[in-house]
């Protein structure tokens, strides 16, 4: 008997440590789940988990996911060419989606982690549809409140109504074209703030987009060029609107671009660079009237007719704003995707709002964003030195069959691409052997 109440006692004891030790494990784990990911500030992180209701470990998923449909789309736009039907993350969050029109290409997008779609027509194919009705766009009734490519689907979508005699003018494949009703009556929010505030002329107030080499982006429907600015002060150097909704104000001296944007949560989210993010991808939202609001990025190359005229190329999301927050910053995780257009809707019913493109903005007046590091950099990713005795190097394109070094190792290139940091041979099989 008392041999069997020490056995007993034994393992009871054995029971309760395994199960503190398990606990200690458990909670340890959630823990680090509740900590942002590298680069991603705590404002940006918890505004994820309330607007897309997210766990902490699912927002921590969700990032990765982003990043990953980012690299994809960035090698399969290169080397699938007219083969390549777009990329999106699935409407679960879950998923890495890639559009096809030849089935052999099936493998390639499975190599980089992806799921095949085949398709009808390639994004280029859509892109040169939207293209036709925004050469058109002064034939669209004012019923229709803009148009899209819509990767998911295949098609380009007219919201509105009575847009046949739209659709006929641009002599578009109609086929390709689906119409659908719409709530929506998008307008510019020029007097509102995102990130920091700045008035135009005698009071009118947008917002600051992001920092560039010697001043900063915004929405173009908030000044004409020549048009001054207070706090900071400055002067536009640029502006388009409508066709486009951005300008750029190079501000006077004593003021100081910095590759940061106010999180209204008593801190500043750091700016890394501005790579793309692939549709269906999360994306948050900064300005001074509603704060931070997060979404996913519904569509690309989405033409809107606001009532000055029709503006094309912006970014369709369902992240809420109000009036107060036009020319605002957009990010997605610390990538820099546009600033603020206009949208319909608020933060108490939700809406559809659109951005325009950071890197459009960039490329039409030659300009650098200024990143965390304090200065002007280049937009997409930070470059560092490949390993001592390499030859890999990050931002170099590197054609299939190619050879490089990396670590010691000789690696031979499987599909032509653009390197960058995180694409270290050893990192990405799919594009190294």
């Given at each position: 008997m008392r041999r069997t109440a020490l056995v007993l006692s034994v393992t009871v004891t054995a029971a309760l440590v395994t199960t503190g030790v398990l606990t200690h494990n458990a909670l340890a784990s959630a823990d680090a789940a509740a900590v942002p990911p590298a680069g991603v500030t705590p404002a940006v992180f918890s505004a994820m988990q309330r607007d897309l209701h997210l766990t902490p470990a699912q927002a921590r998923d969700r990032l990765t996911l982003d990043s990953?449909?980012?690299?994809?789309?960035?090698?399969?736009?290169?080397?699938?060419?007219?083969?390549?039907?777009?990329?999106?993350?699935?409407?679960?969050g879950r998923t890495v989606a890639v559009g096809i029109t030849d089935p052999a290409q099936q493998q390639s997008?499975?190599?980089?982690?992806?799921?095949?779609?085949?398709?009808?027509?390639?994004?280029?194919?859509?892109?040169?549809?939207?293209?036709?009705?925004?050469?058109?766009?002064?034939?669209?009734?004012?019923?229709?409140?803009?148009?899209?490519?819509?990767?998911p689907t295949n098609t380009v979508v007219v919201l509105g109504s009575g847009a046949q005699g739209f659709l006929a003018a641009a002599g578009v494949d109609q086929?390709?074209?689906?119409?659908?009703?719409?709530?929506?009556?998008?307008?510019?929010?020029?007097?509102?703030?995102?990130?920091?505030?700045?008035?135009?002329?005698?009071?009118?107030?947008?917002?600051?987009?992001?920092?560039?080499?010697?001043g900063f982006v915004s929405a173009g429907h908030c000044g004409t060029t020549g048009a001054r600015t207070t706090q900071p002060s400055g002067t536009f150097r640029g502006s388009s609107f409508p066709g486009n909704d951005y300008?750029?104000?190079?501000?006077?001296?004593?003021?100081?671009?910095?590759?940061?944007?106010?999180?209204?949560?008593?801190?500043t989210v750091a700016v890394a660079g501005s790579t793309e993010a692939a549709v269906g991808a999360s994306v948050c939202r900064s300005g001074s009237t509603t704060g931070w609001h997060c979404g996913t990025i519904q569509?690309?190359?989405?033409?809107?007719?606001?009532?000055?005229?029709?503006?094309?190329?912006?970014?369709?999301?369902?992240?809420?704003?109000?009036?107060?927050?036009?020319?605002?910053?957009?990010?997605s995780g610390t990538q820099a995707q546009g600033v603020?257009?206009?949208?319909?809707?608020?933060?108490?019913?939700?809406?559809?709002?659109?951005?325009?493109?950071?890197?459009?903005?960039?490329?039409?007046?030659?300009?650098?964003?200024?990143?965390?590091?304090?200065?002007?950099?280049?937009?997409?990713?930070?470059t560092t030195n490949p390993p001592q005795g390499g030859t890999w190097a990050p931002n170099t394109v590197y054609a299939t069959g190619a050879t490089v070094t990396y670590g010691g190792r000789s690696y031979r290139c499987l599909q032509s691409h653009t390197s960058q940091v995180g694409w270290e041979p050893p990192n990405v099989p799919a594009l190294w052997a």
């Open positions: 990953r449909a980012a690299t994809t789309q960035q090698v399969l736009r290169t080397t699938l060419g007219a083969r390549y039907g777009g990329t999106w993350v699935t409407a679960d997008v499975r190599n980089l982690g992806a799921t095949p779609t085949l398709v009808g027509r390639s994004e280029a194919q859509l892109d040169a549809i939207v293209a036709k009705l925004d050469k058109h766009s002064a034939a669209a009734p004012r019923s229709v409140k803009g148009w899209y490519a819509d990767l086929a390709a074209v689906r119409v659908e009703a719409t709530s929506e009556d998008p307008k510019p929010y020029i007097d509102v703030v995102g990130g920091n505030a700045y008035y135009i002329g005698s009071g009118t107030r947008c917002s600051i987009g992001f920092s560039v080499n010697g300008s750029w104000v190079q501000v006077d001296a004593g003021n100081t671009p910095r590759g940061l944007v106010n999180n209204y949560s008593g801190g569509q690309k190359n989405a033409s809107v007719t606001y009532s000055q005229g029709t503006v094309t190329g912006l970014v369709r999301t369902n992240a809420c704003a109000e009036p107060g927050d036009s020319g605002g910053s957009w990010l603020t257009s206009g949208g319909s809707g608020n933060c108490t019913s939700g809406g559809t709002m659109y951005y325009q493109p950071v890197n459009e903005i960039l490329q039409a007046y030659g300009l650098t964003l200024v990143t965390s590091g304090g200065g002007p950099g280049p937009t997409a990713t930070a």
